[in-house]
């Protein structure tokens, strides 16, 4: 393998170390690894044949650039492109739009983030960009040591975004070797030039390498270990190892790690994630396991652009938790046990508890801040619930739909802070609100007919609905009518406090799936819902998303007559297992979904079975003619090497001399012409400064041929110095055989790589571009000496003028 080749692959294997880094950055940490390894390929692939052209070497970084640009584009919009290979203003407003959706998911999203296809753009062409310039500074220009900029920036954007800088060690352990083999690679190729000492295998080489790789590692452990023992500039890489980072919560303001977890950010990527995870599962003395909800947090502060958990008072967790918030003291109610176990895909500063949370049993209770308000419990000092499993106690409140018709007002220290609204909601919030309750008197059958309102009145869920709560989000929604749980909760909420109810959001779990009271709560199960608040009863649940959760009992009785029969959905046969797909239509719950009896299914199918047909449509056809173009393209200097061989050594037949029909000058020349190429394209370039003789004797010796490959190569150079010098000469017999016996010999001492590089790639091929120059050179020659002839034409009766008028 050439130097060069080398250098090639260690820029390569280099850069997909570094990108390993950006790992910690995705939920699936190894999500973009296959888009990511392959433009890092396509990069060096298109280096290296670049590289062998006759180029110069200023066009080989942008022409790289350019080819990896349209596999990037070729491998995300692909479907955008015209004939789905061409790019047009089509693609390119795609990948606008990508971009811009990436830089959405950037502002929203939270660390560790869903592989959303803006993302993906960004960061897989940010690999793409790195692999170029790594490419080209450390092969095209040979700079292997400026060549770790580019991947010292890649490391040091994913150390600036993870949550942990401190875990990163391990990732810089790998771009480091990476780095490391590079610059080795090409301190390598410099002691070659200086010299043989270095190939050699005496003590002044191995003295040397042993050296380089002692530096090399004594400047890595350094880099490592130097910043544990320097107080002044901080713990360095090994921070968080052993401990916690102190982030999340450990100021005692209760705010948590507001990084971690943007509790509707979070919410959106588990629903929109095409991978349902578990998350955490429970078990529960609760006789109606389907109806208990894990609440993480309340949302309570709508600042008219989006709701937000506003203002917590978090203190440490304390061995007695209050009564909860709003429960009268004599009211009945159930206390139910469940014990939780959080997996590794979970990693959140919130606890998962039912509400309301009575008591709590975790480890590490110092590490855990406890808010009254919202009945939750934070970590702090980067305490986490990831892998986490403990006890918690909630009070099942029983209350009957009469119960909480007749319930009092709120008191004002509930109404002042639980009723707030902007002032830039969109009338038709209210007005819609005053509608759908025209004729309730109470605040619960208020709640109720909001609740039916959404459950029945043609909303769809869609997740793919951009995951806004401000208030022209709400007009939108409530015009369009479309969305998933966060716009039915949040505007369930803001028409609740139009009409007085105190309300706030809740974001947690869905019941999840099981059998009676042990279940699996997954990502599809995250979940948004409305909380109203009913003096002498707290805090109630309602549930106004379509086929999603379980409505609470309290909410489906209707004891007072209305104008129009109830269409709530009965909670007796709750979802099994909430979707994160969106669904066409209200109608459609996922029992159906599950047994294929959706329509919006049945037509994808008949789609499907369909699909063959692509072929024979125009864009199929034009697709399949530019792959066989491609093919054709590629496959073309096999053809032209092979159908030259056979023209110049007879087409299969030995060129005669002594014993047949004398060979002519050309014939010889074509011979020796097909060796030197035979050679070249098996790595050993002509040396026009040699005589046959000379160039034959030192095929012979860098290729290390036989006696009898090195006497045939030697033949073809005699004849050919014949021909080239004296008055007459006479080919010796079987010249053609000759040179198939030095070409046979060429092929068994190279490399596979060299033999199937010749064969696909010969190097001689540039000989084409080389006669297409010289063609072109020609005809500029010709076109200027017809134009210099054309101006003479027009310019000679004005000469023979101007001498009449002298």
Request: hydrophobic share 45%; aromatic share 6%.
């Amino acid at each position: 393998m050439t130097t060069r080749a080398k250098l090639t692959l260690c820029a390569a294997l280099a850069t997909a170390l570094a990108a390993l880094c950006l790992s910690p950055l995705f939920r699936d940490s190894f999500a973009l690894a296959p888009h990511g390894l392959l433009m890092i390929a396509v990069t060096a692939g298109a280096g290296a044949g670049l590289r062998a052209l006759p180029l110069p070497r200023a066009l080989v970084t942008p022409l790289q650039l350019l080819v990896v640009l349209y596999v990037l584009m070729l491998t995300t919009v692909q479907s955008a492109m015209s004939f789905g290979v061409l790019p047009g203003p089509g693609a390119l407003d795609a990948v606008s739009t990508l971009l811009s959706s990436g830089g959405t998911d950037i502002q929203e999203y939270a660390i560790p983030a869903p592989a959303t296809d803006g993302l993906r753009l960004i960061v897989v062409g940010a690999i793409a960009l790195v692999a170029v310039l790594v490419d080209a500074l450390a092969v095209t220009y040979r700079r292997a040591a400026a060549a770790g900029l580019p991947l010292l920036a890649l490391y040091s954007v994913a150390g600036g975004l993870v949550d942990s800088p401190g875990g990163m060690w391990l990732w810089f352990l790998f771009g480091a070797a990476g780095f490391l083999a590079l610059l080795y690679t090409e301190g390598q190729d410099r002691l070659t030039r200086w010299g043989r000492v270095f190939h050699g295998t005496g003590r002044s080489a191995v003295t040397l390498s042993n050296g380089g790789r002692r530096i090399g590692v004594i400047a890595l452990a350094a880099a490592l270990l130097l910043p544990v023992f320097a107080p002044a500039v901080g713990p360095g890489l090994f921070g968080s190892v052993g401990g916690h980072s102190g982030e999340g919560g450990g100021n005692g303001n209760g705010k948590g790690d507001e990084r971690s977890l943007n509790l509707v950010v979070a919410l959106t990527a588990n629903l929109r994630s095409s991978d349902d995870t578990p998350l955490l599962s429970f078990s529960t003395d609760a006789p109606d396991a389907d109806q208990l909800y894990l609440r993480i947090a309340a949302l309570s502060e709508f600042n008219g652009q989006e709701w937000l958990p506003g203002e917590q008072n978090a203190q440490p967790l304390p061995a007695t938790v209050p009564a909860p918030e709003g429960l009268a003291p004599n009211l009945p109610t159930t206390t139910v046990r469940t014990k939780v176990t959080v997996t590794e895909q979970l990693s959140t500063a919130w606890l998962p508890m039912p509400y309301p949370m009575s008591w709590l049993e975790v480890p590490n209770t110092g590490n855990w801040r406890f808010d009254p308000a919202g009945r939750t419990v934070s970590g702090a000092n980067g305490q986490k619930s990831k892998g986490l499993t403990y006890s918690v106690g909630s009070v099942a409140v029983n209350a009957t739909p009469a119960q909480l018709r007749a319930a009092g007002p709120a008191p004002e220290d509930i109404t002042k802070r639980y009723l707030g609204l902007p002032s830039n909601l969109p009338p038709v919030v209210a007005e819609t609100a005053k509608d759908v309750t025209k004729g309730k008197s109470t605040p619960y059958d208020q709640a109720v007919a909001l609740q039916q309102y959404f459950t029945s009145g043609g909303f769809t869920y869609n997740t793919k609905i951009e995951a806004r709560t401000g208030p022209d989000a709400i007009a939108k929604f409530l015009q369009d009518k479309e969305g998933f749980c966060v716009h039915f909760a949040a505007t369930m909420a803001a028409m609740s406090r139009s009409l007085g109810i105190p309300a706030r959001v809740a974001i947690g779990f869905t019941p999840g799936t099981g059998n009676g009271t042990d279940r699996v709560v997954r990502s599809s199960n995250y979940h948004a819902w409305p909380e109203l608040y009913f003096d002498g009863y707290g805090w109630m649940r309602f549930e106004p998303t379509p086929n999603r959760g379980s409505t609470p009992l309290y909410s489906v009785q209707q004891t007072t007559p209305t104008s129009a029969p109830s269409a709530a959905p009965s909670s007796a046969a709750p979802s099994d297992q909430p979707s994160a797909q969106p669904s066409s239509s209200s109608s459609c719950p996922p029992q159906q979904h599950r047994i294929g009896d959706c329509a919006d299914e049945q037509a994808q199918a008949a789609h499907q079975g369909d699909s063959t047909s692509w072929w024979l449509s125009w864009p199929g056809l034009v697709t399949v003619l530019a792959v066989l173009l491609l093919l054709a393209a590629l496959a073309f200097p096999l053809l032209w090497r092979t159908r030259l061989r056979r023209r110049r050594l007879g087409a299969g037949r030995h060129l005669s001399g002594a014993d047949g029909p004398r060979l002519t000058d050309e014939q010889v020349l074509a011979a020796w012409a097909e060796l030197v190429d035979s050679a070249w394209d098996l790595g050993i370039p002509p040396d026009e400064a040699r005589t046959p003789r000379n160039a034959a004797r030192r095929l012979a010796e860098d290729a290390g041929l036989d006696a009898d490959a090195a006497a045939a190569a030697g033949r073809v150079a005699l004849a050919t110095e014949r021909v080239m010098y004296a008055r007459e000469s006479e080919a010796p017999a079987h010249l053609g055989g000759d040179v198939r016996t030095a070409r046979q010999a060429l092929l068994v001492r190279a490399t596979r790589t060299r033999r199937l590089r010749a064969l696909l790639l010969p190097a001689s091929a540039v000989r084409l571009w080389w006669r297409a120059q010289d063609r072109a050179a020609a005809r500029r020659e010709r076109t200027a000496e017809r134009a210099a002839a054309v101006r003479a034409a027009l310019a000679r009766p004005f000469r023979r003028r101007k001498k009449e008028q002298e």
